[in-house]
């Protein structure tokens, strides 16, 4: 029988398992529901929507390039126990290579695409989901091109908690670019440079601090001087180029990759769970709780 879009989001809403999976269900079982539902429960599906609802904020970025592309990746996982499993690290890896490949839009995208023998990657991951037994997902990622007079940089800190790729034209030296990518997840710049700076945000950080010099009580008449030294600090902060270099403090990042001949066109800086609630787990209150019980 045919089956129709509205039977495919019933399935979804029953089960929590993929679009594409619910399909092949209901395909498999000719469009019985109660059927299709065990389909899924029987293939280890079902065990993926029962963690569709828990918090996934450790995990793990990854980068990795080929040619003239590259990628940077989050995948994430519910505890970082996990985040240390072989299968997991090699389901991240794997994801990876696959976005280099197909160059998917959006996140969306990339989970509807064809990664092997006719499965999606959302069927991959709830597969991995069923092995690992925790809540799985990929999060974000960014595929970044080059041309031939360009070098990346990938640097992952502590086994992937920050992942960082960065891109320096007018050079190939991928060493240069790596130590930029270094001095990125540490010192955790919002921008290449000023120009990339937003206006507003410009103007906005500039009435604060005219209103915390005269709230300081100095004159009129040395604020605006003031106020334009302490903007030049607010961009060392904010700002690749205009930040100390850790590997050589005497000297600006921007003034560091100059005098190697090379700039820097852009960078992607990503850290496991950022912007995320995370779940903040008391153990012992929830042994204590099941005992009581």
């Known amino acids: 029988m045919a089956i129709s879009a509205s039977m495919v989001k019933e399935l979804r809403e029953k089960t929590g398992a993929g679009m594409m999976d619910c399909k092949k ?19 280890g599906i ?17 980068v990795t390039n080929e040619g003239n592309k590259a990628v940077i ?70 595929v970044v091109q080059k041309d031939d007079n360009a070098a990346f940089g990938a640097y992952l800190h502590m086994g992937g908690r920050i992942g960082v790729l960065t891109l320096l034209e007018g050079t190939t030296d991928e060493d240069l670019a790596k130590d930029i990518a270094m001095h990125v997840a540490a010192i955790n710049p919002s921008y290449v440079s000023r120009d990339e700076v937003p206006a507003e945000e410009t103007e906005k950080e500039r009435e604060v601090l005219k209103q915390q010099a005269l709230n300081e009580g100095k004159p009129e008449n040395i604020v605006e001087k ?62 204590m709780s099941q005992v009581k019980k």
């Open 226 to 287: 003031m106020v334009e030294g302490r903007i030049n600090k607010y961009f060392e902060q904010i700002c690749l180029l205009d930040q100390e270099f850790v590997k050589d403090s005497d000297q600006k990042v921007g003034k560091y990759v100059k005098s190697k001949g090379a700039s820097v066109k852009t960078f992607v800086r990503y850290e496991v769970g950022e912007g995320m609630e995370k779940r903040d787990d008391n153990f012992a209150e929830e042994v």
């Open 46 to 62: 079902s065990k993926a929507a029962k963690k569709a609802d828990r918090v996934a904020a450790e995990g793990l970025t990854y």
């Open 73 to 142: 990746v989050e995948v994430n996982a519910e505890t970082d126990f996990v985040a240390k499993n072989e299968n997991f690290q090699t389901l991240v890896q794997n994801i990876a290579d696959y976005l280099l490949e197909k160059e998917p839009a959006d996140v969306e995208a990339a989970l509807s695409g064809e990664i092997e023998n006719g499965a999606t990657l959302e069927a991959y991951i709830n597969d991995q989901i069923a092995k690992i037994g925790e809540k799985i997902s990929l999060r974000r990622f960014e």
């Open 25 to 43: 269900a209901l395909t498999e079982t000719d469009g019985n529901m109660d059927e299709a539902v065990n389909y899924l429960r029987e293939k």
